[in-house]
T-cell receptor, first 120, second 111 residues
């Protein structure tokens, strides 16, 4: 089955530092990956769509200079939280579609286990 | 706001009872999916229903979709303590191919 690995699963950092989170599709190629953010007891908010070989597409209100996304290969997308502050503390989850574009009708997302970021 | 709505926000039932969760969405969709999330973990896909389908079954799960009302429901029959988790609906919008999640229902099944 499709497996998405996310690393690290948790990270604690000091305010002002940058943190990189990796998302890998282990047994399939993913031209598109999605990054979500989830606050405690809340739903997942789509932050951006990561496209292999091109710039990510960010949702309204998400700062692209704050949340840098790189999708350099068909199996790896990275999210870097730059100059992190306590308000960036959250659960970040990536996902990928095994079947390519989601709007082909039957594709579902495979989610990573998430990365919990705590900024002190 | 991205989000659709789900109700109830929290549901507590006894093992063996049925659990029903409802979801509403905002735009025209290609399909609607239900996911499960255990506390602090990633999401697991449960079931997908296409926009031209009205009902779908998978094991103890039954999903309905009413596109005229832009709503869906998830029924879990004969619930078990292991069903305790948060359940999210997610609508795949026709425009942009994005999966947008509802607010979620926190289900607690007591043994």
């Amino acid at each position: 089955g499709a497996v998405v690995s996310q690393h690290p699963s948790w990270v604690i950092c000091k305010s002002g530092t940058s943190v990189k989170i990796e998302c890998r599709s282990l047994d399939f190629q993913a031209t598109t990956m999605f990054w979500y953010r989830q606050f405690p007891k809340q739903s997942l908010m789509l932050m951006a769509t990561s496209n292999e070989g091109s710039k990510a597409t960010y949702e309204q209100g998400v700062e692209k200079d704050k949340f840098l996304i790189n999708h350099a290969s068909l199996t790896l997308s990275t999210l870097t939280v730059t100059s992190a502050h306590p308000e960036d503390s959250s659960f970040y989850i990536c996902s990928a579609s095994r079947g390519g574009a989601l709007n082909s009708g039957a594709n579902v997302l495979t989610f990573g286990a998430g990365s919990r970021l705590t900024v002190l | 706001s991205q989000q659709g709505e789900e109700d109830p926000q929290a549901l507590s039932i006894q093992e063996g009872e049925n659990a029903t969760m409802n979801c509403s969405y905002k735009t025209s969709i290609n399909n609607l999916q239900w996911y499960r999330q255990n506390s602090g973990r990633g999401l697991v896909h449960l079931i997908l229903i296409r926009s031209n389908e009205r009902e779908k079954h998978s094991g103890r799960l039954r999903v309905t979709l009413d596109t005229s009302k832009k709503s869906s429901s998830l029924l879990i029959t004969a619930s078990r303590a292991a069903d305790t988790a948060s359940y999210f609906c997610a609508s795949l919008r026709n425009q942009g191919g994005k999966l947008i999640f509802g607010q979620g229902t926190e289900l607690s099944v007591k043994p």
